[in-house]
Each structure stands twice: as structure tokens, then as C-alpha cells.
């Protein structure tokens, strides 16, 4: 490892660092985590300045490690958790309200009263309907409290906060990935969606600079983090994570457990028919590069990695993930009890802001290590429907997903993952470090380390495989019990 790119990856929950070498391969990991802060059942907010200090605390850790190494850092990238919304005042450089995170739901009522106009519109020239969160909503009803001209006001996601601070101030932008998360970005056109803003209050004035991922986004600011080089990539996080694992040409799919777990397949140069015809599955960038997007199609569920930290950090019925991974391993699957696992509403197979979590079919004979395969194989019968959900809208089966993130370090979860798709899952070498990785083939890519991401990507070791053990008819049968339940959880559609 001669040369390095510091990747930065900051997620929902915390912040990580390392430095990708030549060789694609990252060094050690520096992580620090993030708080998430619930006012009210709909409302998920964060520091922004914590978001900031923590990503330096971390940077400047990996940076120390390339200094021991004799690693030459060449540039940094960056990629970052979509759609959570930051207003700072450009003259102080303070934040004017906490960061409203992307899991945020406040504004769900008043964005359905939208849906029925604004959604067909949507769906063909964003490739996502009004949804249930949307940042320049949240943004315009700051706005009429704050009384700063409109030159003191710096809004946009957390790559835009991170690259404004990173640079000095110097440098106000928003990636194709990260802006597409946003809402209101026209696909093919690589622009804003004024009429949207209109339809929200959000002055379009104050809309961040759109760029390629891999544009020039300046230089870092030495003061902060003790060397000056380019920022050579900047992405939405499962944007990135689709370049490391692998899914490089159209129909190819991977997987992310993190706070939430996201499922994607690329699509190609050209948006796929048939969006919105499966509730959650939306049309992306999957990419920007040289004034040229590859589109993809991704469908998420919500609460996967937060349902366990709700477990253990919150309720404290478990002491870790790993705890409740162990102790699911180690039991036999049963279908009397299950867990459904929307904690922050449901968005597919169907879109219900308003479903809620439930356990359920527990007994006296229930014990910790039943609770525990309970809680993995909900999780994993959810994402199992976006699986299902994105297979469908592609127009074909999936026929191997590649899986990374944090979560995907449980065993228990990908064999019931595996079993339930009846797709192999393979779990890359170094998952939890998929997204920080992609961003940096990125970069990599453009500043000559590598001829394509592709040739980076091919040159990593295989990772574990898990195959489907289930056979075709008891996996229908489960299915169906888990869809039936589901709908049993759902409150009922308003008349």
C-alpha cells in the first residue's frame, strides 16, 4: 500500500474511516458512532455538528495510521447516509436546526394530501413518488421561522454540510446520488424540479448545486484535517456500496445491512419500464460519472440494524446484535411467533407510514434464545420482500445477491435470508466496509489507480456463500404465513 484514498463512510448511526490502497483493499477501520434523537414517534433528528466532529475525529485516525504506514493519501472520498436534511447559517458556520434524518416521517399526512396529484408526475420524471418524507417540505416550514437573507442560508444533505465544512467553506454542491434521494431530481435531465419546489414553498434559490459523483469538489481543508488533497468522489451510501459489491452491469443485485437494510440491482444507461407498479421500489442514479448516469432500482426496509439497537440499547432485553445473532444460530426456526419489524412504518410490498412493529404468538414456553431466531428471521422476511420486490421490477429473478454492511456479520441472518429467497447470498470480504470502499474505486477510478471500477472489484477476494437450504414448496408455505401475518399487523386503509 503505497498510495491510499481516505474513505469516509457516514452513516446513520456513526461514522467510519480507513484508508483504501492500491490494491483495493482498506487498512484499519476508525469508528465512532452517531446519536439519533427521537422527539416524537415520527420524528428522527441529529447534531449536525456532532456529525461533523465525529467524521474529523475519525478521518483524522485513519490519517495518523497512513502516517505510521508510510501511505501517501492522495485523495479523499466521501460517502454519506441520503436524504437527511441540514440548514446552517453560511456566516457562523452553525447549525439552524438539528439534522432531520432521512428516517423521518413528520410530514407524512401533509405529503399524502399531495400523492394523488403529484405522484404519476413524480414517478416519470424523478423515478420515486411524493413518499413520506420530503427535505425541501422540512426546509421551507424552517424557513418561516428564521429571519436571515437568503445569502446567510446553506442548505443540502450531509455530503453538501461535509463538503462545505471539508473545504474551508469553499465548496457548496450535492452529488447526482445524494440529490436523487432528495426528491424533486429529474433523472435524465440531471437537474432540479422547480415545480416541485413550488409545490412544497421551497425557494429553488437555496437548492444546492448539483454534481457528477466523481466532479471536483476541491480541495480539503488543511486546518482541519492536516493535508490538502482533492475530493475526488462523493456519494450516496448504497449508491457506493453498489460499485464494491460487484453490481457493475444491468440486472446484477447487491444487499447493505445497516440501520436500515437497502436492496439494489443496476438497471443500465437508460431508466427500466414498470416503475411504480411495486410500492418502494424506486428508480436512481445508481451512478454519475463524466457527465453519464447508470440508473438503478432499489427498494429498502427501514428498520433492520436501528430494530436491533431498539432491542438491546432500548429496551435492553439483549446486550448486542451479536448476542442476538448467537443466540438465533443456535435455535430451530418455528412459525408461532413472529417478529415484524416496522418500527418506522412500512414502505414494501405495500407503503404504510402509519404500520407499526409487532411481537407476537409469544408464550410461557417463549425463551431468549427463541425471541432471538424470532427477531432474525422477521428482519429477514422483510428484506426477503424487497428482495422479491426489486427481482420483479428488474424483470428478472436475482439470481445471487452480494451482501455487505455491519449486520451482514450474522450468519443466522443470511442462511434465513438465503432461505427465504431461495437466492445464494454471498457475504464480501470486508462487508462492513462495502459503501466507504465504493466510494473510493470511485475516486480511484478517476485519478488513474485503476482503469475501472471494475477492475478493481474483480481483483477482491470471494466471500462466504450461503445457500438456500428449504425446499421449494416449505418456502412457499413460510412465505405465504409470513404474508398473511403481515397483513394481519397492517392498520386498515381508510375508507
Known amino acids: 500500500m503505497r498510495r491510499g484514498i481516505l474513505g469516509i463512510d457516514e452513516g446513520s448511526t456513526g461514522t467510519r474511516a480507513a484508508i483504501v490502497g492500491e490494491d483495493g483493499a482498506c487498512g484499519p477501520s476508525f469508528y465512532a458512532p452517531i446519536d439519533v434523537v427521537h422527539r ?3 420524528h428522527v433528528e441529529q447534531d449536525p455538528m456532532q456529525l461533523l466532529h465525529k467524521t474529523i ?11 505510521d504506514s508510510g501511505v501517501e493519501i492522495v485523495a479523499l472520498s466521501l460517502c454519506t447516509q441520503r436524504a437527511t436534511a441540514i440548514l446552517w447559517d453560511r456566516l457562523t458556520g452553525q447549525p439552524l436546526a438539528p439534522a432531520v434524518v432521512w428516517q423521518d416521517s413528520r410530514y407524512a399526512e401533509e405529503l399524502a394530501r399531495l400523492a394523488a396529484d403529484w405522484d404519476p408526475i413524480l414517478w416519470a420524471r424523478t423515478g420515486r413518488p411524493v413518499g413520506t418524507r420530503s427535505p425541501f417540505l422540512w426546509a421551507a416550514r424552517r424557513l418561516e421561522s428564521l429571519d436571515l437573507p437568503a445569502s446567510r442560508i446553506g442548505f443540502g ?10 473545504t474551508g467553506r469553499a465548496t457548496h454542491a450535492i452529488s447526482a446520488t445524494n440529490a436523487v434521494a432528495f426528491g424533486g431530481y429529474l433523472l435524465t435531465e440531471h437537474r432540479w ?15 444546492p448545486p448539483l454534481a457528477d459523483d466523481d466532479a471536483d469538489y476541491g480541495r480539503t481543508d488543511a486546518g482541519l484535517l492536516g493535508i490538502e488533497v482533492p475530493i475526488a468522489a462523493v456519494m450516496g451510501d448504497q449508491h457506493a456500496s453498489l460499485i464494491a459489491l460487484g453490481a457493475l452491469t444491468p440486472g446484477e443485485a447487491m444487499c447493505v445491512h445497516g440501520t436500515g437494510t437497502f436492496v439494489g440491482a443496476l438497471a443500465g444507461p437508460r431508466p427500466p419500464t414498470g416503475i411504480g407498479a411495486i410500492d418502494g421500489v424506486l428508480c436512481l442514479v445508481g451512478w454519475r460519472a463524466g457527465g453519464h448516469s447508470q440508473f438503478s432500482l432499489e427498494a429498502y426496509t427501514s428498520t433492520t440494524g436501528s430494530a436491533l439497537r431498539w432491542l438491546t440499547e432500548d429496551m435492553r432485553i439483549f446486550a448486542s446484535a451479536a448476542e442476538i445473532s448467537a443466540l438465533a444460530a443456535g435455535q430451530p426456526r418455528g412459525d408461532e411467533s413472529w417478529f415484524i419489524p416496522n418500527l418506522a412504518g412500512l414502505r414494501t410490498p405495500v407503503q404504510a407510514p402509519e404500520a407499526r412493529g409487532h411481537l407476537i404468538g409469544l408464550s410461557l414456553g417463549t425463551t431468549r434464545e427463541s425471541l432471538a431466531r424470532t427477531v432474525i428471521d422477521g428482519i429477514a422476511h422483510a428484506v426477503s420482500d424487497t428482495v422479491e420486490a426489486v427481482g420483479s421490477t428488474v424483470g428478472r ?6 451482501v455487505g454492511g455491519g449486520l451482514a456479520a450474522s450468519d443466522a441472518l443470511l442462511a434465513s435470508q438465503a432461505d427465504f429467497t431461495g437466492v445464494p447470498i454471498e457475504r464480501v470480504t470486508d462487508s462492513a466496509t462495502a459503501s466507504l470502499r465504493g466510494g473510493a474505486y470511485l ?13 478493481v472489484v474483480g481483483d477482491q477476494k470471494p466471500g462466504d456463500v450461503f445457500e438456500p437450504r428449504l425446499s421449494p414448496a416449505d418456502r412457499h ?4 404465513r409470513w404474508r398473511d401475518v403481515l397483513t394481519a399487523s397492517l392498520p386498515p386503509t381508510p375508507v
Request: charged share 20%.
Open 477 to 480: 408455505d413460510l412465505r405465504q
Open 397 to 402: 429473478p436475482l439470481a445471487h445477491l452480494r
Open 57 to 67: 475525529e475519525v478521518a483524522r485516525q485513519a490519517l495518523a495510521w497512513a502516517g
Open 157 to 166: 444533505s450531509v455530503d453538501t454540510w461535509l463538503v462545505w465544512n471539508l
Open 443 to 455: 475516486a480511484g477510478t478517476r485519478l488513474g489507480l485503476w482503469d475501472s471500477p471494475a477492475q
Open 193 to 207: 424540479d422547480t415545480s416541485w419546489f413550488d409545490a412544497v414553498g421551497f425557494p429553488a434559490e437555496l437548492a
Open 40 to 42: 416524537g414517534p415520527t
